[in-house]
């Protein structure tokens, strides 16, 4: 199932309750090790990042009794006041949207991790924030595998070159890549996303793996997550399936 599927067959029940959670996060953690087993590989290889985006405070809470560590969120003034109101729990934050370099400092004072990393210049705000405050960050480079004006992320063919500037700032500790497919209903237009970014992925080990840290792939979504297990996600980021339907659409979060 794709992203267009779940956009035209609304399929997310709504968690409110602690037990609401546990019942979704077991049914996309099932799918995840069934899915991961049809491509041969060990379900632990791959992890599940909740993404709690315009989700209120109050359900997040029960979805960290319900046993959600780390969670994704796509705006940097949301994740900060999240972060701010629910600092008593143990949450661990990752920003997996993009990022305008004057909310740098606010990511480098909290979050464990930044998954939209695509320019220099995001790189060096970061780092002289980081470097500031006296510690490191874990970085995904955001790759635009679906050559469409309506995502963030560099084009394939500009991977190389940023990667080989990233030691620069030693603050920034690359963990891999992460992409967001082609929005489809067709998993054959949608698969070569995945595929191009393991691709690139695996050119780089072979140039230079230390420039590709673990070599993580964070790829996939509530509509796609399987078909990116399928073809290597490490990493995948999971809301609607988990918290339920959102009201606003994901093109909120992308350029206009």
Same mark, same amino acid.
């Given at each position: ?7 035209? /067959? ?5 968690? %409110?309750?602690? #037990?609401?959670? *546990?019942?979704?996060? &077991? @049914?996309?953690? =099932? ?83 930044? /998954? ?5 210049? %995001?790189?060096? #705000?970061?780092? *002289?924030?980081?470097? &500031? @405050?006296?510690? =490191? ?120």
């Amino acid at each position: 199932m794709t992203a267009s599927d779940s956009a035209k /067959q609304p399929e997310y029940t709504t968690a %409110v309750e602690v #037990a609401d959670f *546990r019942h979704n996060i &077991a @049914a996309v953690q =099932a799918r995840i090790d069934a899915a991961a087993q049809r491509a041969g590989r060990d379900p632990s290889e791959v992890e599940l990042l909740p993404v709690s985006k315009t989700v209120p405070e109050e359900r997040i809470i029960n979805a960290v009794a319900a046993g959600c560590r780390r969670l994704g969120e796509n705006k940097v003034q949301e994740a900060k006041r999240k972060h701010g109101n629910l600092a008593d729990l143990d949450v661990a934050w990752s920003v997996i949207g993009h990022l305008q370099t004057n909310k740098a400092k606010d990511v480098a004072a909290f979050a464990a991790e930044f /998954q939209a990393l695509d320019s220099l210049r %995001v790189a060096e #705000a970061l780092d *002289r924030r980081l470097q &500031a @405050a006296g510690r =490191a960050l874990d970085v995904y480079v955001q790759v635009n595998t679906s050559d469409e004006d309506s995502k963030y992320g560099l084009d394939p063919e500009e991977l190389p070159a940023l990667l080989k500037q990233l030691p620069n700032y030693s603050s920034l500790r690359v963990r891999g890549l992460m992409t967001l497919a082609l929005f489809s209903d067709d998993a054959e237009r949608v698969r070569p996303c995945f595929q191009k970014l393991r691709g690139l992925r695996d050119r780089m080990r072979e140039e230079n793996p230390d420039l590709i840290g673990d070599g993580g792939l964070s790829m996939g979504m509530s509509g796609d997550y399987e078909l990116a297990i399928e073809e290597g996600s490490t990493c995948v980021r999971v809301g609607q399936a988990i918290f339920g339907a959102r009201a606003t659409p994901d093109s909120m979060y992308w350029p206009s």
